[in-house]
C-alpha cells in the first residue's frame, strides 16, 4: 500500500509555472512507476506524464506529446516525492491533476489509467487566458 497526496495546484496566468509535489508515505516510493493525470471538467482523465521506478537503471520518462517540452517529471528518493515542473502554461492545461502510481516492474510507457494502483485526491490548476 502507497498512500499519495498532491500539492502545488491554483491559479496561474497563461504563460506562467507551477509545480506540483506527489508526496507518497507508507512504502518505498522510489520502487514504484509514477505517472501525472489529468482531467478537465467534461472531459476523460488523461496522461500526462510518467516516470518509471528507480533502480540499478536510470529511471524511463514519458510525456504527452501536449506537454512534452514544457513540463518535466521528475523524482526525489530522500523526500519520497515526485514532482512536476509545469512551464508555459496554457489555458487547456486548466484541469484537476492526480498523481497515480504503481508497484510493478514497468520499462515501457503506461498511459491508461487502469495500469495505475493507487491514486492521490487530485490538485486543482487553472490557467487564466
Known amino acids: 500500500q502507497v498512500q499519495l497526496v498532491e500539492s502545488g495546484g491554483g491559479l496561474v496566468q497563461a504563460g506562467g509555472s507551477l509545480r506540483l509535489s506527489c508526496a507518497a508515505s507508507?512504502?518505498?516510493?522510489?520502487?514504484?512507476?509514477v505517472g501525472w493525470f489529468r482531467q478537465a471538467t467534461g472531459k476523460e482523465r488523461e496522461f500526462v506524464a510518467a516516470?518509471?521506478?528507480?533502480?540499478?537503471?536510470?529511471?524511463?520518462?514519458y510525456y504527452a506529446d501536449s506537454v512534452k517540452g514544457r513540463f518535466v517529471i521528475s523524482r526525489d528518493i530522500t523526500k519520497n516525492a515526485v514532482y512536476l515542473q509545469m512551464e508555459r502554461l496554457k489555458f487547456e492545461d486548466t484541469a484537476v491533476y492526480y498523481c497515480?502510481?504503481?508497484?510493478?516492474?514497468?520499462?515501457?510507457?503506461?498511459?491508461?489509467?487502469?495500469?495505475?494502483?493507487?491514486w492521490g485526491q487530485g490538485t486543482e490548476v487553472t490557467v487564466s487566458a
Open positions: 497515480a502510481a504503481d508497484g510493478g516492474q514497468y520499462f515501457s510507457a503506461r498511459y491508461y489509467p487502469e495500469q495505475y494502483a493507487y
Open positions: 507508507g512504502r518505498t516510493f522510489s520502487r514504484f512507476y
Open positions: 516516470i518509471s521506478q528507480s533502480g540499478y537503471t536510470s529511471s524511463s520518462i
